[in-house]
């Protein structure tokens, strides 16, 4: 990463705190498996009991986004992931995905559904959870964002228990969310037995793609990874 800039040595609408900029194998979503660059924005609204990139609550070093996309390009990818923290709680997240856009970059965002989802370049793949009871914050989200999903989009369920499960299969059909976007359940890593899931939706027939965080058979929570 280039040095630690001040604040204010940057124009506002040029400026995002970053926590870090990695290359690593993408661990989840539809693109899973393919070598990807992670830019992953300081700070999150939420705190959802399972997180494991508390670290990105705060700290961080402001970049421009021309540091970024030079960051990024010197790991000449083809895909790049915007995450957090909470990537749209910065507002020149939206720029700085349409500059992604604009480099060539296959350009996806994790985002985790409190905060809406419009106002980005049409050519980027959103990955928007609805958080579970189990998170602790399904209190917060934002269900108005399930209108706004495409085909190209997923919707994902971190999946902490049984009840965690039920309300996810709920929300499937209640929502026919399988007929909007790709819908992806995923064990809370520690929490639940991915085997226990798998079991589930096959027995339930449902329309969803059961996802492994490969990341963490790889390297576990090794941040930067
Ligand atoms: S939304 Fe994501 S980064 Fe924020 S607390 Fe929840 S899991 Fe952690």
Same mark, same amino acid.
């Given at each position: 990463?280039?040095?630690?800039?001040?604040?204010?040595?940057?124009?506002? *609408?040029?400026?995002?705190?970053?926590?870090?900029?990695?290359?690593?194998?993408?661990?989840? #979503?539809?693109?899973? +498996? =393919?070598?990807?660059?992670?830019?992953?924005?300081?700070?999150?609204?939420?705190? /959802?009991?399972?997180? *494991?990139? #508390?670290?990105?609550?705060?700290?961080?070093?402001?970049?421009?986004?021309?540091?970024?996309?030079?960051?990024?390009?010197?790991?000449?990818?083809?895909?790049?992931?915007?995450?957090?923290?909470?990537?749209?709680?910065?507002?020149? /997240?939206?720029?700085?995905? #349409?500059?992604? /856009?604009? #480099?060539?970059?296959?350009?996806?965002?994790?985002? +985790?559904?409190?905060?809406?989802? @419009?106002?980005?370049?049409?050519?980027?793949?959103?990955?928007?959870?609805?958080?579970?009871?189990?998170?602790?914050?399904?209190?917060?989200?934002?269900?108005?964002?399930?209108?706004?999903?495409?085909?190209?989009?997923?919707?994902?369920?971190?999946?902490?228990?049984?009840?965690?499960?039920?309300?996810?299969?709920?929300?499937?059909?209640?929502? @026919?969310?399988?007929?909007?976007?790709?819908?992806?359940?995923?064990?809370?890593?520690?929490?639940?037995?991915?085997?226990?899931?798998?079991? =589930?939706?096959?027995?339930?027939?449902?329309?969803?793609?059961?996802?492994?965080?490969?990341?963490?058979?790889? =390297?576990?929570?090794?941040? +930067?990874?």
């Amino acid at each position: 990463m280039p040095p630690k800039q001040h604040r204010d040595e940057l124009p506002a *609408d040029q400026r995002l705190r970053i926590t870090e900029i990695f290359h690593s194998i993408q661990g989840e #979503a539809d693109s899973v +498996g =393919w070598p990807t660059v992670f830019v992953r924005l300081t700070g999150c609204p939420l705190r /959802c009991g399972y997180c *494991d990139t #508390a670290y990105a609550f705060d700290g961080g070093s402001w970049m421009s986004i021309q540091d970024i996309l030079a960051s990024v390009a010197a790991y000449a990818p083809h895909y790049v992931t915007i995450t957090g923290g909470e990537p749209l709680a910065q507002k020149n /997240c939206i720029r700085l995905l #349409a500059c992604l /856009c604009d #480099a060539g970059y296959r350009v996806s965002i994790e985002t +985790g559904g409190s905060l809406p989802i @419009t106002g980005m370049d049409e050519r980027v793949i959103r990955i928007m959870d609805l958080k579970t009871p189990g998170s602790g914050e399904c209190g917060r989200n934002l269900y108005e964002n399930i209108l706004q999903l495409r085909r190209q989009d997923q919707v994902k369920f971190v999946i902490c228990d049984r009840r965690d499960y039920e309300w996810s299969r709920h929300m499937l059909r209640e929502h @026919t969310l399988d007929e909007r976007c790709q819908v992806l359940f995923s064990p809370s890593h520690e929490q639940l037995r991915a085997v226990e899931l798998a079991d =589930w939706i096959l027995a339930d027939r449902l329309a969803v793609r059961l996802q492994l965080q490969i990341h963490k058979y790889l =390297w576990g929570n090794m941040p +930067g990874h």
